[in-house]
């Protein structure tokens, strides 16, 4: 049982090792960096398939909106947000790089975009919340590719675990570390659920 927990951990280590770089990466911006507000690089009001209130269909919303940002120069985003507000649609769509935020207002045969763009570094933070392209499913395949990366790091730090049971050496440091993460661990989630500060 041991041999196969060992290279289960060793497998998954390799596989991992790109995706979990560019997550770390990507978290480590979000958290800690400072200065990658995006800038406003352009207005524009081009003309759109007229919708309706806050009773029409959302696709049609949505499909709409990405036509307007596509005029406007934002090809092949993906829409991330719609929603009826203050008598308008207001809908965000993204790419990796740049976002546009459209206004759609009830019968108007036009839009108000305005086209958003992340400095060089700040835009790799989009990928840490799946922010890509909706051309030829780049922005699936990513999602899928962090949902097997979620389930992979869970056996990574479960086969880890089990090797760390398995040793026979001295094990009081490798318990205080697993002590001290799992405390963490359980001190972030009481955080997030109480927002205590």
Request: net charge positive.
């Amino acid at each position: 049982m041991y041999p196969l927990i060992r290279d289960i951990h060793a497998y998954l280590g390799v596989a991992l090792a790109a995706l979990l770089a560019i997550y770390t990466w990507t978290g480590f911006e979000i958290v800690h960096g400072g200065g990658k507000r995006p800038r406003e690089i352009a207005r524009s009001e081009p003309s759109v398939t007229p919708v309706g209130g806050a009773n029409d269909a959302i696709a049609r919303v949505e499909a709409a909106a990405r036509a307007a940002a596509e005029q406007a120069g934002l090809a092949g985003g993906a829409v991330v947000r719609a929603r009826f507000e203050k008598g308008a649609w207001r809908a965000r769509v993204e790419r990796v790089s740049q976002y546009a935020e459209v206004t759609l207002t009830p019968g108007s045969s036009s839009a108000e975009v305005r086209l958003w763009r992340y400095p060089a570094r700040g835009g790799v933070t989009q990928l840490h919340h799946v922010s890509l392209t909706d051309a030829r499913g780049a922005r699936f395949a990513w999602a899928i590719a962090i949902d097997v990366l979620s389930v992979a790091l869970i056996a990574f730090a479960l086969t880890g675990v089990l090797l760390f049971l398995a040793l026979k050496r001295e094990r009081r440091l490798g318990w205080a570390l697993l002590a001290a993460s799992t405390l963490y661990t359980l001190g972030s989630i009481a955080h997030l659920v109480t927002g205590a500060p």
